[in-house]
């Protein structure tokens, strides 16, 4: 574990403040769900959580299949990174954090299809993905993630199959979380 040097009290009821430059180093937003882990040694853990990683194992399957119906990279992400992914090998893309501007557009909750001129790299860093279509995870009214197809060339664009499966996909999921 890392040592910050960072102390804080606890106040009056029970709660503690987690430092802004935490917060916005591990992207942790306002709202976001957080759990909490004690140790034997009086540790307290807080870990992010992600109600779609919950999902991987499933989300892998969907990826696969989406993959084989639409022979296109298909990619499944929580609001932070790469949950799923089929199509190429899992260590280029697994656990990768996305982009800031992947994550811009999941904030719009719409669908998204690349045209001319809208280039959105999939993660952070120069890895040569780039998103084809992309289809927020809304559950209860909140953005999980999404489910996506991604391209290794910037002029590939979808066709209306794969953005109907994308975005059937990301309702699924979606249900799927609130049942």
Known sequence: MKATGIVRRIDDLGRV?????????LHIRDG???????????????????????????A????????????????????????????????ELSDRR?????????????????????????ADGKDGFWVSVAAPIISEGDLMGCALFAAKEEGEFPGEVQVKLITTVASFLGKQMEA
Request: proline content about 6%; glycine content about 4%; overall charge negative.
């Open 17 to 25: 403040v987690i430092p802004k430059e935490i917060r916005r180093t």
């Open 32 to 58: 976001d769900p957080l759990e909490i882990y004690t140790e034997k040694d009086g540790e307290v853990i807080f870990k992010k959580y992600s109600p779609v990683s919950e999902l991987s194992d499933f």
């Open 60 to 91: 892998g399957k969907i990826c696969e299949s989406l993959y084989k119906s639409a022979d296109a990279i298909a990619v499944i992400c929580d609001r932070d990174s790469v949950i799923a992914c089929a199509g190429v090998p899992k260590k």
């Open 98 to 122: 996305i982009s800031e501007e992947l994550n811009s557009i999941m904030e719009t909750r719409k669908t998204f299809r690349a045209e001319p001129g809208a280039v959105i790299p999939l």
